[in-house]
């Protein structure tokens, strides 16, 4: 992955993140508290895992929130719905195929 491109976190970690640029006095401060070693507790905690080039792309060039499962199969679904134009009774089964396929447990759908 380039280092211009925008990280995948948490929501969890996104919400870390949010909370410490806030409280901190903004992104130099959240990323010196870093290089000297702060450790976050709590409910920032998500964030200690993260290095400091990864907290310093997230501040800087931006992140993006990783999907649940359940986001990415309602994606799926979605875009399966798209390309036939309306419901097809072949759809749910089409969707657990791929899944299976990915090996995708979704209680509730395939579990």
């Known amino acids: 992955m380039a280092k211009t491109e925008p990280l995948v976190l948490t929501k969890e970690q996104a919400e870390a993140i949010q909370t410490l ?42 992140y993006e929130i990783e999907k649940t499962q359940e986001e990415r199969y309602e994606d799926v679904r979605e875009a399966y719905l798209d390309s036939i134009g309306h419901a097809n009774f072949e759809e749910r089964d089409a969707i657990l195929l791929t899944l299976d396929l990915l090996g995708i447990t979704i209680e509730g759908v395939n579990g």
């Open 21 to 62: 640029n806030r409280l901190s006095g903004g992104k130099d401060e959240v990323l010196k508290q870093k290089a000297l070693g702060r450790v976050w507790g709590r409910d920032l905690a998500c964030i200690d895992s993260l290095s400091l080039d990864e907290l310093a792309r997230a501040l800087y060039v931006g």
